[in-house]
């Protein structure tokens, strides 16, 4: 079973690890006893965040019974200092007295970057948080792969966690190698890029082929847990099968799918584009919780402000139809409400 050092941490994680975002879909019951069953599978990292509603909750309730060594990894997308507060808050959900990892969440632009590392900034209160003894080590997370270029050339972080998939496989060719030399820890997440991706086959080994990283890929049954648990202890060499799938799945997203890079941005009427660009794949994640968010709401809701200016448009590298996609997907979600 392949061990990855997390870089400077000198954490041991098994290559496979999972994420916490899909088991607010199901009831409290069946998200501990998926929870359980990957820790005794032989997953020893666990990722979840304050955003993720019950997630860090339900990971809680599912340690009490567990005596196995595990990597917790859990994140706020608070900008100041205040988040020493929500890392009391996780320590209670979670039910521990330290978090092994804990990250800045979503950082996605430089503006915001320069926030959270000001004096009274997120970072702030996490080396307080450290400095208490109530984290081990700080990291960040990005869809901006500029931003975590930017975060490892500054050497402020130990871990970064940025998105990776064979729609989405730019990180490996500056990201990662620099997060190499600079000896940090990598995760990867959205193997599946966010579900888009629905074969677990090809999907895992291409991100699991890769050196140096642990991919966290989600599960809320046991069914796709154990799916995602055979892919990796059989072993993940491409076939020629996974690269005619990957292939053929690249060529028909090609220019229906959002990579994140924010390169459309910024918007007049300041929609987070890439967050609605991808709003289907949020609802599929988050499910029903998604109305219960007022963050996500809000986001939603300012969508619908879309002039249709096409100022966007030639910025896109991928040609995407955005002002067609905002439509389409603002329409997919007030006819999911009323269903």
Known sequence: MEKVRL????????KLGWGGIPIQRVDERDAVSVIRAVIEMGVDLLDTARAYTNSEHRIGLALQKINRRVILSTKSLVRTAKIYNEVH??????????INIYHLH?????????????????????????????????GITSHNLPVLEKALMEGHFETIMACYSFLEPEAAQKVFPLAKQNDVGVLTMKPFSGGVIEEAGPALRFVLSTPGIVPIPGSETLERASENWKVFARGYTLTEHDKERIEN???EFHQRFCRRCDYCQPCTEKINIQFIMGLKTIVKRFGGHVQ???????????????SECGECLPRC???????????????????????
């Open 292 to 306: 219960e968010l007022k963050w996500m709401t809000d986001l939603i809701e300012r969508a619908r402000n879309c």
């Open 249 to 251: 799945i690249k060529k």
């Open 106 to 138: 979503g950082v996605s632009s430089f503006e915001e970057y320069e926030k959270v590392m000001a004096p009274e900034g997120a970072y702030e209160g996490l080396i307080r948080a450290r400095d208490e003894g109530l984290i081990d080590h700080i």
């Open 89 to 98: 808050e996780s320590l209670k959900q979670l039910r521990v007295k330290k």
């Open 7 to 14: 870089g400077k941490t000198n954490l041991m994680a098994t």
């Open 317 to 339: 590298p991928y040609q995407l139809p955005i002002t067609e996609m905002i439509k389409e997907n603002l329409a997919w979600f007030d006819n999911l409400r009323k269903q």
